[in-house]
């Protein structure tokens, strides 16, 4: 990886730059397992080549990393590709958003459970204004609309923002939203569960355009389950 | 702008990807006043036309915005050229830190000001972490250096973190840093001043790497003044 902010910058657009390259990134970092060459060059119609040189760019550009692994047969040891560890990050101008709220969090952890209890409060309101703001395909689904519809909605939103995600309809009109990669990252994981409740709190808020609905943890901290709140039509949140 | 996070990177990259567009970028950021075609060729040793090209795709990039003048003389209206007002935010994969950095001070400024105390020294610890993790230039020099040597190397920093700063060393080694952009940049003009005092910690714990520093607010919120804390060399903080 380059040393400064400035060359970080020119090896990450120059990787970026390129529709196919940007594809074959998104196929790996898909993928959940490390993806070889030739996998990539059949997907995209590509010889091995050129497949091998997108691949090396993007591990240059830092989005990218490369294991080498001997295969079953023995012979040459096979390049496998899989997303850096690393999160990449570019402001511009130049912002350190992570570090503050990193800093903050610490902060708040050093405060009382109220101060928690608050934050889902908060993220509910945000999360609703920043729909709004952003013309969320939810605020066009009317409040009577059927689960699936507000699925399909909530989908779409989802990729307005940037967020893997896999929504699907269970049974009984639950919604089930798994994130395949969390908005906090790396704050997150420094402090296990603590930012769940907020990211919840946001998808409600989200949701919350298009009705009233509950959301829920699911089985994993990443899974969250999204239920019609019937009792509470008239209620004031 | 694009519409969504993917047609956004797309077109972010491509402007980006050419390394004299970015210096282009760097140029026009830096200078303070709206900028002319004609005064990029003439920076940059280009014709008008590559210049105008090379400033509209940082345009469509959402990096640069376009405002149109008369001139004094009347004629056509010459466009110029100026940082976006919309600053960019690039997450691999997709992150919301400064949604979450946002709802965090929300919620603190909803607690008591010791929270706000508490604050700086996080922030102080965290900066020099960062520091040490970062290899910072500033480990590398004496305790007992000038304080021209200390200016130099917290410059160097800074610039390795991808931040823009002025620093220069006033009388009786009291070195003075201004920020022309805030690394906590829209949260922080949502909340004016509150997070000058982490920025202020964070500069504080970094300058801590080469002896014992205090740095205080300037005539803005964006200078600092940082001496050398002579009394307190023996005392733990």
Redesign the interface.
């Known amino acids: 990886m380059a040393?400064?902010?400035?060359e970080r910058?020119?090896e990450?657009?120059?990787?970026?730059?390129d529709?196919t390259r940007?594809e074959i990134?998104d196929y790996v970092?898909a993928s959940g397992t490390p993806i070889s060459v030739r996998e990539v060059a059949q997907a995209f119609g590509l010889h091995a080549n050129a497949a091998r040189l997108h691949l090396d760019k993007l591990v240059k550009g830092g989005?990218l990393r490369v294991v080498r692994m001997r295969g079953k047969r023995g012979g040459r040891p096979a390049s496998l590709y899989l997303?850096a560890d690393e999160?990449?990050?570019?402001?511009?101008?130049?912002?350190?958003?992570?570090?503050?709220?990193?800093?903050?969090?610490?902060?708040?952890c050093?405060?009382g459970e109220e101060?928690w209890e608050?934050?889902r409060d908060?993220?509910y309101w945000?999360g609703r204004q920043?729909g709004m703001n952003a013309s969320s395909p939810l605020a066009r689904v009317s409040p009577r609309a059927e689960a699936e519809e507000v699925a399909r909605a909530w989908g779409d939103d989802l990729?307005?923002?940037?967020?893997?995600t896999r929504v699907r309809l269970l049974e009984r009109g639950i919604i089930e939203a798994t994130f395949l990669?969390c908005?906090?990252?790396?704050?997150s994981k420094r402090y296990p569960g603590r930012?769940c409740s907020?990211h919840r709190g946001?998808e409600e808020g989200v949701l919350s355009l298009a009705g009233r609905w509950t959301v829920e943890r699911g089985e994993q901290d990443c899974v969250f389950l999204a239920r019609k709140d019937e009792a509470s039509q008239g209620r004031d949140r």
């Open positions: 040393a400064t902010y400035k910058l020119a990450v657009s120059a990787a970026l730059a529709p940007r990134m970092s989005l997303p999160e990449l990050e570019l402001h511009l101008p130049p912002r350190h958003y992570r570090l503050l709220a990193e800093i903050l969090v610490e902060a708040l050093a405060t101060t608050r934050l908060h993220s945000r920043e990729e307005k923002r940037g967020l893997r990669a908005p906090f990252g790396e704050v930012l907020v946001l």
